[in-house]
């Protein structure tokens, strides 16, 4: 009995310490950064998704970091996002002190994937702090769209279609292949930096099929629709708590790349084709953008950022402001980002052979 008691005396006495000591401690963990200037670093052209990503909460970011320093967006684009993230790879925290950070996106994420050889990055080397999930919406012209028939694609399978792409070892591969599923000709038009510059494309005739992510279609692509100029065909859906393919909560009044291709003949939602497809939608989307801290960031410079995106998502505004911006899909910190980076940069063995060899097969991209 007199162990037990004693047992119980220490417990308390050492809960009552911690309790003491961990406001200071969380007060010691705060970098400050008055006076000094975040340089948000973007891999792609400011008319893209990432952009309007980060341009949503370099503003909030500003407001909830200890010191409220400007945080400036720049952009680097090049190389399908692979030169700013090979640029951010030679950052040392040590050098910045905690005023650069950098945006990924599925399209920085892919390369890496793929073992695409222009890539001088990894993602084991960053430091987390937010994980920000997202969808996709594929879209046409309105003479194109009145061709399918509820969600069958197959009349549109004899037309030629142009289509602006980043590149296809990037996200563009997640539209490529699924459109190669339902048997539509799609030329892709490569090199464009950013997904903005495929929608302007689309927007001048110069191409006729498109697809943006959440963010870059409620603010670039609604206007189309709401002006008659653009038609939406499918989004690529979202996963549910089992990982099935549901209905992309942000769009629930449209199908899904699964119901048209269930309803379009030749595509198949099984197999090793279809199993490719969703592992690399699962890889790029569900955590298609994060905010990294660079090699060698301090446990209290990732404490400090990652307490200033919690605050953000705490705000009684945010879930109203973020929809309208971003759609509605997690925003994730800590351990949460951390899994949901894990899910991002990796994929099973055996989609990754599928897509290396088709896109060898498709569009003579070596990877091997």
């Known amino acids: 009995m007199v162990l037990k008691k004693l047992a119980r005396q220490m417990a308390l006495s050492v809960t009552c310490v911690a309790g003491t000591l961990l406001p200071a401690q969380a007060l010691a963990a705060d970098l400050d950064l008055s006076g000094k200037t975040v340089e948000w670093v973007i891999p792609f052209s400011e008319t893209g998704g990432s952009a309007k990503w980060a341009n949503f909460y370099a503003p909030l970011l500003s407001e909830a970091l200890p010191g409220q320093p400007t945080v400036v967006v720049k952009f680097m684009p090049g190389a399908g996002s692979t030169k700013g993230a090979n640029w951010f790879q ?34 084991k080397d960053w430091n987390v702090v937010l994980a920000s999930g997202t969808g996709g919406v594929a879209y046409l012209p309105p003479d194109l769209a009145a061709k399918m028939s509820g969600n ?58 498109d697809y943006q992510t959440s963010s870059s279609y409620l603010k670039g692509v609604t206007p189309l629709v709401e002006a008659g100029t653009a038609v939406p065909m499918m989004s690529w859906g979202a996963l549910d708590s089992d990982g099935n393919i549901v209905r992309d909560p942000t769009f629930p009044d449209m199908p899904t790349f699964k119901e048209v291709c269930e309803a379009t003949e030749g595509c198949e939602t099984s197999g090793e084709k279809w199993d490719a497809w969703k592992a690399f939608f699962i890889a790029g989307f569900p955590a298609q953008k994060m905010v990294f801290l660079p090699n060698g960031a301090t446990q209290d410079a990732i404490d400090t950022y990652s307490k200033a995106f919690e605050a953000v998502k705490a705000r009684g505004d945010f879930a109203e402001i973020s929809a309208g911006r971003l759609g509605k899909y997690p925003q994730m910190t800590g351990a949460e980002a951390d899994a949901a980076l894990k899910s991002a940069t990796e994929v ?19 990877l091997k």
Do not use: C
């Open 152 to 209: 069958d694609a197959g009349a549109l399978k004899e037309t030629d279609f142009i289509y602006g792409s980043q590149g296809a070892t990037r996200l563009d591969l997640v539209p490529l292949l699924a459109w190669e599923m339902l048997g539509l000709n799609v030329e892709p038009v490569f090199g464009i930096k950013g997904r903005g510059d495929g929608r302007l494309m689309f927007e001048r005739g110069e191409a006729n099929i």
């Open 90 to 123: 030679n950052q040392k925290f040590g050098d910045s002190e905690g005023t650069v950070i950098f945006g990924s996106s599925g399209s920085t994420q892919f390369p890496y994937l793929l073992g695409d050889p222009r890539v001088r990055y990894d993602y």
């Open 348 to 366: 099973p063995a055996s989609a990754k052979e599928f897509v290396v060899g088709w896109l060898q097969e498709r569009y003579g991209v070596s």
